[in-house]
């Protein structure tokens, strides 16, 4: 059972990095957090924690930080926001972790924020959306490229791309699901619309667990939209892509929001179903060339999740865990110590190099600019994996500086 | 021994739990009994109306979850504080207990069940769709920094509550137990056919039942925004919160007070164990088989188990 | 405003394909709750036991999802003669059948969830079909073949359980056994024999039934917690011990969350199905077409 040998490699790991300092007679630099590993968003967990044991071990084979091994030390929390303050209590108080990051998602990170701002950590936090707009902590970091305003900055390029097309779109519909990510991006594409001077003539939300979603398209043309922004989890992406071909939605402009399609699971799962939607990805083949060494990180992660049967591909969650782990451990040598706050105040200083290319943060901890890649998938042809794995299905639309082609529309040519 | 003699011995042993944040630096211990505490108080809860009465109640997450959002409503609207918060939550779950128990509690306890299922599934549909209190994306509500009381952090004050709800419970459950309510219940749950021909009031016997214990599982509720700082509805209503406040009474015994007590004690720290032991999907599975041994071999639980072995022992000459 | 007739015309398909598919699920609690008074509430991990099944089957030989099930019913009947005589022994005997049998069916539900997770991990899984993509369209009206081939093979299956109670010998001998287990053994029939062959039946349409899911839509252990109260919803909707009873409360149901998906919003449905079930609990407990 994959999963078993999972617990124990893991498990074996961080004994053996143990034993290592041991003999050392160094103390290993414990690196403490709760991640997702059952529960609804386990696979996205599962594929950042192989990212961050990757880079252990990387770090490990140059030496260390300080000097001293690195050691993760890290529990389940199911994906369920009420094992968190006990979990990370007990990394503080009874692991004594030197450093604490977050799980994945707001639904995690947030309730570890009274914690980190009673104890004065220094907080890196995985792809939450707007967690410190409410907190405002001075010491809590976000790896996630959606800019300084996650929520609006999500849908920043979709909305871009949209307002370039000619005729300008007049009439937006937004759909989502029921469930904190979705109505957080659904929130921001709305200030965006606001801003534009769009006209709303959809906004609903739906049960994440709906069997068929052909209603809610049909109601959606009903309306006939010129540009559709859908927010989305993996179950519900699939549901609405297949949904929307079944009814043959004809608009401008279709997607958004849908998290999922990043994924193996679902790229082949619905293969040609994807083609024409716009959605966004925090890194493709296409743009390999900015993004050097991150090929490397890459097939080591492909091989090792394909064994743990975790999404094989890696580009979505993968790669910025890894940056996450790289951005602490540039500031813990740059400033030669692990005081919360010296740290703290380099990261929001300083620029960092890593595998995602140039990381800096803004004042609340989110990103300076938004860096992710909006994009369009084209040309899918059958079900398997390796079109994927090379460039060629998918146009990057945006930004300006990753661009590799113009949007097809309206969306439904795309099928043809 | 006398009801007040019993609630003064439960408040000084809550008293003694209390004084603990003085002397345990550890701030883990207080985040895992707190979670413990909060199952004491949902099992003995459920107890009332499921034990004594031999209704179960599939839909304990509803009236948890109401606590929980009586808390974050009022929070926003008028910032009141905590005692009054979870009055508040209280007295709204209760009289969602009695509104359930009016519709449902003529029928056969297996529909009773059932509507609380779907009870469950409505109240969430209206959460989620609400959007002052965070819809879907979920509420925050921001711990004060300071804590007041003179405990060095608010989440001690948290624990400290959540001490004196257990003790609240498990007094209110007892003083259920040993009184005339309480035989009627019992009757109720042998044979209610029977009770109502003895001239048991057994639809009010009922009502009164379902609204205590509906009114406990909120007060349990109302401090989980705060513990948390951020509620959203999938882990306000999540299904561990039904199936806990069954298994634990079940597991523990359902003929007392002191059956919920021992389940949850044992099923909560098992599981808090776990978690930051083996940590991972085990932890359900242990539940899973948990549950089915005690209820193939223990059918009356721990409690079950304890009087067996005493009834076999040889009696004294 | 022009009445939106393929809007509508749309829904009530939509609605009745679904229906036949809820049907599919919750035929097997009509049974085994309705007529043996078994609370299986770990129907709904039957139903994903037979999902996975039939998605090893479909990845490793490629055959159709819905065809393996049929095939395999009988392994899922033998499993369900199994539970039942554990169940039975360890409860039903001893006269502790409701709340233990309940609490043991829990820890069914989670100990097969965790085994599933275990064995195949939280990924969600899905089968492609031939008929997976095709939709036909009757002027206004779209007939997608994905909902539509596993809606016809509920039809048949539900059919042919009432058909098989209704006019077999040993089908009978189920609907007695509901009523009247003493004037049974009276007959020399023996009752265990009898309910354990129904319930047996029962996990042999939650195998099927998983098939129908996974054609439907993506599978991971835990959405069997989702259908938990819907499984019992349409039961007892549609009257306890009555397969048409079943079947209607499935459409019934199945409309309701079509329509409101379409005019009100989706993120109603629910209330709107569960609410229609308090009502008929209120107004009428033994459901539409109950005895």
């Given at each position: 059972?994959?999963?078993?040998?999972s617990?124990?490699?893991?498990?074996?790991?961080?004994?053996?990095?143990?034993?290592?300092?041991?003999?050392?007679?160094?103390?290993?630099?414990?690196?403490g957090?709760?991640?997702?590993?059952?529960?609804?968003?386990?696979?996205?967990?599962?594929?950042?924690?192989?990212?961050?044991?990757?880079?252990?071990?990387?770090?490990?084979?140059?030496?260390?930080?300080?000097?001293?091994?690195?050691e993760?030390?890290?529990?389940?929390?199911?994906?369920?926001?009420?094992?968190?303050?006990?979990?990370?209590?007990?990394?503080?108080?009874?692991?004594?972790?030197?450093?604490?990051?977050?799980?994945?998602?707001?639904?995690?990170?947030?309730?570890?924020?009274?914690?980190?701002?009673?104890?004065?950590?220094?907080?890196?936090?995985l792809?939450?959306?707007?967690?410190?707009?409410?907190?405002?902590?001075?010491?809590?970091?976000?790896?996630?490229?959606?800019?300084?305003?996650?929520?609006?900055?999500w849908?920043?390029?979709?909305?871009?791309?949209?307002?370039?097309?000619?005729?300008?779109?007049?009439?937006?519909?937004?759909?989502?699901?029921?469930?904190e990510?979705?109505?957080?991006?659904?929130?921001?594409?709305?200030?965006?619309?606001?801003?534009?001077?769009?006209?709303v003539?959809?906004?609903?939300?739906?049960?994440?667990?709906?069997?068929?979603?052909?209603?809610?398209?049909?109601?959606?043309?009903?309306?006939?939209?010129?540009?559709?922004?859908?927010?989305?989890?993996?179950?519900?992406?699939?549901?609405?892509?297949?949904?929307?071909?079944?009814?043959?939605?004809?608009?401008?402009?279709?997607?958004g929001?849908?998290?999922?399609?990043?994924?193996?699971?679902?790229?082949?799962?619905?293969?040609?179903?994807?083609?024409?939607?716009?959605?966004?990805?925090?890194?493709?083949?296409?743009?390999?060339?900015?993004?050097?060494?991150?090929?490397?990180?890459?097939?080591?992660?492909?091989?090792?999740?394909?064994?743990?049967?975790?999404?094989?591909?890696?580009?979505?969650?993968?790669?910025?865990?890894?940056?996450?782990?790289?951005?602490l451990?540039?500031?813990?040598?740059a400033t030669g110590?692990?005081?919360?706050?010296?740290?703290?105040?380099?990261?929001?200083?300083?620029?960092?190099?890593?595998?995602?290319?140039?990381?800096?943060?803004?004042?609340?901890?989110?990103?300076?600019?938004?860096?992710?890649?909006?994009?369009?998938?084209?040309?899918?042809?059958?079900?398997d994996l390796?079109?994927?794995?090379?460039?060629?299905?998918?146009?990057?639309?945006?930004?300006?500086?990753?661009?590799?082609?113009?949007?097809?529309?309206?969306?439904?040519?795309?099928?043809? | 021994?006398?009801?007040?003699?019993?609630?003064?011995?439960?408040?000084?042993?809550?008293?003694?739990?209390?004084?603990?944040?003085?002397?345990?630096?550890?701030?883990?211990?207080?985040?895992?009994?707190?979670?413990?505490?909060?199952?004491?108080?949902?099992?003995?809860?459920?107890?009332?109306?499921?034990?004594?009465?031999?209704?179960?109640?599939?839909?304990?997450?509803?009236?948890?979850?109401?606590?929980?959002?009586?808390?974050?409503?009022?929070?926003?609207?008028?910032?009141?504080?905590?005692?009054v918060?979870?009055?508040?939550?209280?007295?709204?779950?209760?009289?969602?207990?009695?509104?359930?128990?009016?519709?449902?509690?003529?029928?056969?306890?297996?529909?009773?069940?059932?509507?609380?299922?779907?009870?469950?599934?409505?109240?969430?549909?209206?959460?989620?769709?609400?959007?002052?209190?965070?819809?879907?994306?979920?509420?925050?509500?921001?711990?004060?920094?300071e804590?007041?009381?003179?405990?060095?952090?608010?989440?001690?004050?948290?624990?400290?509550?959540?001490?004196?709800?257990?003790?609240?419970?498990?007094?209110?459950?007892?003083?259920?137990?040993?009184?005339?309510?309480?035989?009627?219940?019992?009757?109720?749950?042998?044979?209610?056919?029977?009770?109502?021909?003895?001239?048991?009031?057994?639809?009010?016997?009922?009502?009164?039942?379902?609204?205590?214990?509906?009114?406990?599982?909120?007060?349990?509720?109302?401090?989980?925004?705060?513990?948390?700082?951020?509620?959203?509805?999938?882990?306000a209503?999540?299904?561990?919160?039904?199936v806990n406040?069954?298994?634990?009474?079940?597991?523990?015994?359902?003929?007392?007070?002191?059956?919920?007590?021992?389940?949850?004690?044992?099923?909560?720290?098992?599981?808090?164990?776990?978690?930051?032991?083996?940590?991972?999907?085990?932890?359900?599975?242990?539940?899973?088989?948990?549950?089915?041994?005690?209820?193939?071999?223990?059918?009356?639980?721990?409690?079950?188990?304890?009087?067996?072995?005493?009834?076999?022992r040889?009696?004294?000459? | 405003?022009?009445?939106?007739?393929?809007?509508?015309?749309?829904?009530?398909?939509?609605?009745?394909?679904?229906?036949?598919?809820?049907?599919?699920?919750?035929?097997?609690?009509?049974?085994?709750?309705?007529?043996?008074?078994?609370?299986?509430?770990?129907?709904?991990?039957?139903?994903?036991?037979?999902?996975?099944?039939?998605?090893?089957?479909?990845?490793?030989?490629?055959?159709?999802?819905?065809?393996?099930?049929?095939?395999?019913?009988?392994?899922?009947?033998?499993?369900?003669?199994l539970?039942y005589?554990?169940?039975?022994?360890?409860?039903?005997?001893?006269?502790?059948?409701?709340?233990?049998?309940?609490?043991?069916?829990?820890?069914?539900?989670?100990?097969?969830e965790?085994?599933?997770?275990?064995?195949f991990?939280?990924?969600?899984?899905?089968?492609?079909?031939?008929?997976?993509?095709?939709?036909?369209?009757?002027?206004?009206?779209?007939?997608?073949?994905?909902?539509?081939?596993?809606?016809?093979?509920?039809?048949?299956?539900?059919?042919?359980?009432?058909?098989?109670?209704?006019?077999?010998?040993?089908?009978?001998?189920?609907?007695?056994?509901?009523?009247?287990?003493?004037?049974?053994?009276?007959?020399?029939?023996?009752?265990?024999?009898?309910?354990?062959?129904?319930?047996?039946l029962?996990i042999?349409?939650?195998?099927?039934?998983?098939?129908?899911?996974?054609?439907?839509?993506?599978?991971?252990?835990?959405?069997?917690?989702?259908?938990?109260?819907?499984?019992?919803?349409?039961?007892?909707?549609?009257?306890?011990?009555?397969?048409?009873?079943?079947?209607?409360?499935?459409?019934?149901?199945?409309?309701?969350?079509?329509?409101?998906?379409?005019?009100?919003?989706?993120?109603?449905?629910?209330?709107?199905?569960?609410?229609?079930?308090l009502?008929?609990?209120?107004?009428?407990?033994?459901?539409?077409?109950?005895?």
């Amino acid at each position: 059972m994959s999963t078993l040998k999972s617990w124990l490699s893991s498990g074996l790991v961080a004994l053996v990095i143990a034993f290592a300092v041991s003999a050392q007679a160094q103390q290993p630099l414990k690196i403490g957090f709760g991640m997702s590993l059952t529960g609804p968003l386990a696979g996205n967990g599962k594929a950042a924690l192989i990212a961050m044991q990757i880079w252990a071990e990387d770090v490990n084979a140059k030496g260390g930080i300080l000097g001293r091994k690195v050691e993760l030390v890290f529990y389940d929390d199911q994906t369920n926001p009420s094992t968190v303050p006990s979990i990370y209590n007990k990394l503080l108080d009874v692991d004594k972790v030197d450093l604490v990051v977050s799980g994945y998602g707001t639904n995690v990170i947030a309730p570890a924020m009274p914690i980190m701002m009673q104890r004065n950590m220094c907080f890196m936090s995985l792809f939450g959306l707007n967690v410190n707009s409410k907190f405002n902590y001075d010491r809590y970091f976000q790896i996630m490229p959606a800019g300084p305003e996650p929520a609006v900055g999500w849908s920043q390029g979709y909305f871009d791309i949209a307002m370039g097309l000619n005729p300008k779109p007049q009439t937006v519909a937004l759909v989502g699901a029921d469930a904190e990510y979705p109505a957080l991006a659904l929130e921001g594409a709305r200030t965006h619309v606001k801003k534009l001077g769009l006209k709303v003539v959809y906004d609903k939300t739906y049960p994440p667990n709906t069997v068929d979603f052909s209603p809610i398209v049909r109601a959606i043309q009903a309306t006939n939209p010129d540009i559709v922004f859908l927010a989305s989890y993996p179950p519900d992406s699939a549901g609405m892509v297949r949904a929307v071909n079944e009814v043959g939605l004809k608009t401008r402009m279709f997607g958004g929001g849908l998290v999922g399609p990043q994924f193996a699971s679902l790229r082949t799962q619905l293969g040609p179903l994807l083609n024409g939607v716009v959605n966004y990805e925090s890194y493709s083949p296409e743009v390999a060339a900015k993004y050097p060494f991150l090929d490397q990180f890459l097939t080591k992660y492909q091989g090792r999740a394909i064994k743990e049967g975790v999404d094989p591909l890696g580009f979505y969650l993968p790669p910025y865990a890894y940056a996450m782990m790289q951005v602490l451990e540039q500031a813990i040598k740059a400033t030669g110590s692990l005081d919360q706050a010296q740290l703290a105040e380099y990261m929001h200083k300083y620029e960092f190099d890593t595998y995602v290319g140039k990381v800096r943060f803004a004042k609340n901890g989110e990103w300076s600019a938004p860096r992710m890649l909006t994009v369009q998938y084209h040309g899918v042809a059958g079900n398997d994996l390796e079109q994927w794995m090379k460039p060629g299905k998918v146009t990057v639309l945006a930004p300006a500086a990753y661009a590799t082609g113009t949007v097809q529309t309206p969306y439904q040519d795309n099928k043809k | 021994m006398r009801n007040r003699t019993f609630a003064v011995i439960a408040f000084a042993i809550a008293l003694v739990l209390i004084a603990l944040t003085r002397v345990i630096a550890n701030d883990y211990f207080f985040s895992a009994v707190y979670t413990v505490l909060q199952f004491i108080v949902l099992a003995t809860a459920w107890n009332i109306l499921g034990g004594y009465t031999g209704y179960v109640n599939f839909g304990s997450a509803a009236f948890f979850a109401v606590g929980a959002y009586t808390t974050v409503f009022l929070n926003k609207s008028l910032h009141l504080p905590l005692p009054v918060l979870i009055v508040a939550g209280t007295i709204v779950a209760g009289l969602l207990g009695l509104g359930v128990g009016y519709l449902t509690l003529r029928m056969r306890g297996v529909f009773f069940a059932i509507s609380t299922l779907a009870l469950a599934v409505v109240l969430f549909t209206f959460v989620v769709n609400w959007d002052y209190v965070g819809g879907a994306r979920g509420a925050y509500i921001i711990q004060p920094r300071e804590a007041p009381l003179g405990f060095s952090r608010y989440g001690h004050l948290l624990y400290a509550t959540m001490v004196l709800m257990a003790a609240f419970a498990i007094v209110v459950a007892r003083a259920i137990e040993r009184s005339v309510i309480g035989r009627g219940l019992a009757a109720i749950r042998d044979d209610e056919v029977a009770a109502e021909c003895a001239g048991v009031p057994t639809l009010r016997l009922k009502l009164f039942s379902a609204t205590v214990s509906g009114a406990l599982m909120g007060m349990a509720g109302t401090t989980l925004p705060l513990y948390l700082s951020y509620v959203e509805p999938t882990a306000a209503f999540n299904l561990s919160y039904a199936v806990n406040s069954i298994a634990m009474p079940l597991i523990g015994g359902m003929m007392s007070w002191l059956g919920p007590l021992i389940g949850a004690v044992l099923l909560g720290t098992v599981q808090q164990v776990v978690q930051v032991t083996i940590s991972s999907e085990w932890n359900l599975f242990i539940v899973g088989v948990l549950l089915v041994a005690f209820v193939t071999l223990a059918p009356n639980g721990i409690m079950g188990w304890v009087e067996a072995w005493r009834r076999s022992r040889p009696h004294p000459r | 405003m022009e009445f939106p007739t393929a809007l509508v015309l749309n829904a009530i398909v939509a609605g009745l394909l679904l229906g036949g598919f809820y049907a599919a699920v919750s035929v097997g609690i009509s049974i085994s709750f309705g007529m043996l008074d078994v609370v299986n509430i770990a129907h709904p991990a039957f139903i994903i036991l037979g999902s996975y099944i039939a998605y090893i089957v479909n990845a490793r030989l490629g055959f159709d999802p819905i065809l393996v099930s049929v095939v395999l019913s009988p392994l899922f009947f033998a499993l369900g003669m199994l539970v039942y005589r554990v169940y039975y022994v360890c409860f039903e005997k001893r006269g502790q059948e409701s709340l233990r049998g309940l609490a043991f069916f829990f820890g069914i539900l989670f100990i097969t969830e965790v085994t599933l997770v275990l064995i195949f991990g939280v990924d969600y899984r899905l089968v492609e079909t031939s008929y997976s993509s095709t939709t036909l369209r009757l002027g206004p009206v779209d007939f997608p073949l994905r909902l539509v081939v596993p809606f016809a093979v509920s039809l048949a299956m539900v059919i042919g359980v009432q058909l098989f109670l209704s006019r077999t010998f040993f089908g009978r001998a189920v609907l007695a056994v509901a009523q009247d287990q003493l004037a049974l053994r009276l007959m020399a029939i023996n009752p265990f024999r009898v309910k354990e062959f129904a319930f047996a039946l029962s996990i042999a349409t939650a195998g099927i039934a998983g098939a129908f899911l996974i054609v439907i839509q993506p599978v991971q252990p835990s959405i069997g917690r989702e259908y938990i109260g819907l499984v019992f919803a349409v039961c007892v909707l549609g009257g306890l011990g009555s397969i048409w009873g079943t079947l209607l409360g499935a459409f019934i149901l199945g409309l309701a969350e079509s329509f409101t998906s379409t005019f009100f919003g989706p993120s109603w449905a629910p209330a709107v199905s569960f609410g229609i079930l308090l009502g008929a609990l209120a107004f009428r407990p033994t459901g539409l077409l109950g005895r």
